[in-house]
């Protein structure tokens, strides 16, 4: 059994290659659309850091759950996870782009403003940033806390294995708690406020659902991968069914509070409410917007629902690839109608979008590399490898 990855040289030169695509494109776009340019930005940055947080906030439920069945691929969430101070440092980089993507941040447009002049005791650029660099720094420390006490597994006898296994369910305790409330306000701040005249307060459960299924379903794309490249021998129909299982329930969640948030706001019909949607019903939009419930919700409800696609690891992967469509569809629709308000995806989306491809795939593939991938002296690695019903 293979017990530790590599980073391969190939792998390497195309992933630094998407990246200074990525870097080109966005200087590029800065002088050739910068508002345009910074929306985007925006969109694939919180993409990937959603899903380095949603295989966070799936690390945390194993280890308080105790599951036993998921224990040999803790080290896939654990490198995915290292993505999120690289995210930190390009948020913090929204300083520059601010008057792009957000309407409140101008003086001129608050001052002639009631409801922004309302808000401007929370909506202000020091504010807003202030709370950015907390939200990062209680995930950096407690993702760090978790990977460093999962690596002291591997380097510890038995007699001490259990007081660093109930420490790592006391970290997950605490992270829970504080990734409830600090990924809901960051979804307030960083994409509600976008459009600051209208608010909902489903938004921030959405946008967690949302983080938690596409976190799952790309850290369980990574298994695939290595199953096909030799590692997790041991992977069988069992854990198939299992993270699949995963994927159909959170998308059953994530379609329940797309739902009630359209159904709530259409039946109460207050144009203050309305006016998000509206935007989003016309022409082009609307097209995404049933593309945005059918592939994060109809095709994966529909496909994985038989116990015999739902243990296919062909059928597993086409939906996660249809998940990966959604959520970058679900982000495009949230942000770009209240920033540059076009319905285009050109060489600025598609630049920025490899770019960030290539960096986080070089993130977690060099994270990977750093520890075995088999945490070995794990308590329930037994149950894992001969994981059954």
């Known amino acids: 059994m293979k017990e530790q990855s590599n980073v391969s040289a190939a792998f390497r030169i195309i992933s630094i290659t998407l990246i200074v695509i990525g870097a080109a494109t966005f200087l590029a776009g800065l002088f050739s659309d910068s508002q345009r340019t910074w929306a985007n930005y925006l969109i694939v940055n919180y993409y990937f850091l959603s899903l380095a947080m ?20 803790k080290r896939i969430p654990e490198a995915m996870m290292a993505y999120i101070p690289f995210s930190a440092v390009l948020f913090l980089l929204l300083y520059f782009g601010v008057h792009d993507i957000y309407h409140w941040s101008h003086s001129e447009s608050v001052a002639g403003d009631s409801v922004l002049q ?11 940033f202030l709370r950015m660099i907390i939200f990062f720094a209680l995930w950096i420390l407690f993702t760090r806390l978790l990977r460093k006490n999962s690596l002291q597994e591997d380097l510890t006898g038995p007699d001490n294995i259990m007081v660093l296994f109930n420490k790592s369910e006391l970290y997950s305790k605490i992270f829970i708690f504080i990734f409830a409330i600090t990924f809901s306000f960051s979804a307030f701040d960083w994409i509600m406020s976008i459009d600051a005249h209208w608010y909902s307060t489903i938004f921030a459960l959405k946008n967690i659902v949302a983080a938690f299924l596409h976190g799952v379903s790309i850290l369980t794309l990574i298994i695939f991968i290595l199953f096909s490249r030799g590692y997790f021998p041991f992977l069988n129909k069992y854990h198939l069914h299992d993270f699949s299982r995963y994927i159909f329930m959170l998308s059953i969640v994530w379609g329940y509070f797309w739902f009630a948030q359209f159904m709530i706001i259409w039946y109460g019909n207050i144009p203050e409410e309305t006016v998000y949607y509206f935007v989003r019903w016309q022409e082009g939009w609307k097209v995404l917007f049933f593309l945005e419930i059918g592939l994060n919700w109809a095709l994966p409800f529909l496909i994985l629902l038989p116990v015999k696609t739902s243990r296919n690891i062909k059928v597993i992967t086409a939906v996660i690839l249809f998940l990966i469509v959604g959520q970058y569809i679900d982000l495009y629709v949230q942000i770009i109608p209240g920033t540059t308000g076009l319905l285009k995806f050109g060489w600025i989306e598609a630049g920025l979008l490899i770019g960030f491809i290539g960096l986080f795939a070089l993130i977690v593939a060099t994270a990977l590399s750093k520890a075995k991938l088999i945490p070995s002296n794990h308590p329930y690695l037994e149950e894992s490898l001969n994981h059954k019903f």
């Open 118 to 128: 309302h808000k401007s005791a929370f909506l202000n650029i020091p504010f807003f």
């Open 54 to 73: 949603g295989a966070a906030f799936f690390y945390g439920l194993q280890s308080i759950s105790q599951s036993g069945w998921s224990s040999a691929f």
